[in-house]
Each structure stands twice: as C-alpha cells, then as structure tokens.
C-alpha cells in the first residue's frame, strides 16, 4: 500500500504575486521572460505549486 501524500491547494496567479510582493503584471511579466516559477495551465488560467514558488524563491536568495 502506498503513503498518501498530504498536498498544499494550488495557488492562483493572485495569491503567488501577493506572497512574492509583486503586482500581478509583474509576475505575468517575469514569466514571460523566463524569470518565475514554473506554472501549469488549468482552464484558463495559472495555477502554481507552493513547493515550487518556496524552491524558485530559496534559489534566489542571496
């Protein structure tokens, strides 16, 4: 039998700018160079993986 793995909701566009303290043109537009964390296409919009916004930030720190 497998471990059931407890996972985070996925987050909207709106929520990741607000944690990152960007506005939302901003996070479309680090996307659209190549600069934000990876997002995945649901319907028509964004959705983003906690764990993946958490890793794209820690690789940023300085």
């Known amino acids: 039998m497998s471990e059931v793995k407890e996972r985070r909701p996925l987050a909207t566009t709106e929520e990741v700018a607000n944690y ?3 506005s939302v043109p901003a996070l479309h537009q680090l996307r659209h160079v190549g600069r934000a964390p990876k997002a ?3 319907g028509r919009g964004l959705r983003w993986k906690w764990s993946d916004v958490d890793e794209w930030l820690e690789s940023r720190a300085s």
Do not use: C, D, F, G
């Open 20 to 22: 990152l303290q960007v």
């Open 40 to 42: 995945a296409k649901v």
